[in-house]
């Protein structure tokens, strides 16, 4: 059974930073990778970056360029998302996803495997 579960989220303030992670057990995605989306009420739920779990190749939306950074630890099976300059315009559940092949990445379609989710909250 595969299961996603993320961790790190809570309220900041703005201009402030945070740091996600996202531990995936019952297997592993070398073939594909792993992405963090994001839902605000009332908004669809959003990508926000990528990464190629074999090379380590990242992607970012562009609202999120430049502040955010994803990474993997492969011997952890973890992928961490660090949010620095936060905005309120932040403020959203944040989720961690996973798919067996690594196309089409900023389609929440793609993703098979999801985490609860986690909330996170930026103050002005």
């Known amino acids: 059974q595969v299961q996603l579960v993320e961790s790190g989220g809570g309220l900041v303030q703005d201009g402030g930073s945070l740091r996600l992670s996202c531990a995936a057990s019952g297997r592993t995605f070398s073939s594909g990778g792993m992405a963090w989306f994001r839902q605000s009420p009332g908004k669809e739920r959003e990508f926000v970056a990528a990464?190629?779990?074999?090379?380590?190749?990242?992607y970012y939306a562009g609202p999120v360029k430049g502040r955010f950074t994803i990474s993997r630890d492969i011997a952890q099976n973890t992928v961490y998302l660090q949010m620095t300059s936060l905005k309120p315009e932040d403020t959203a559940v944040y989720y961690c996803a996973a798919a067996s092949a690594f196309y089409d990445i900023t389609n929440r379609n793609r993703y098979v495997y999801w985490g609860q989710g986690t909330q996170v909250t930026v103050s002005s």
């Open positions: 990464i190629r779990w074999s090379v380590g190749t990242t």
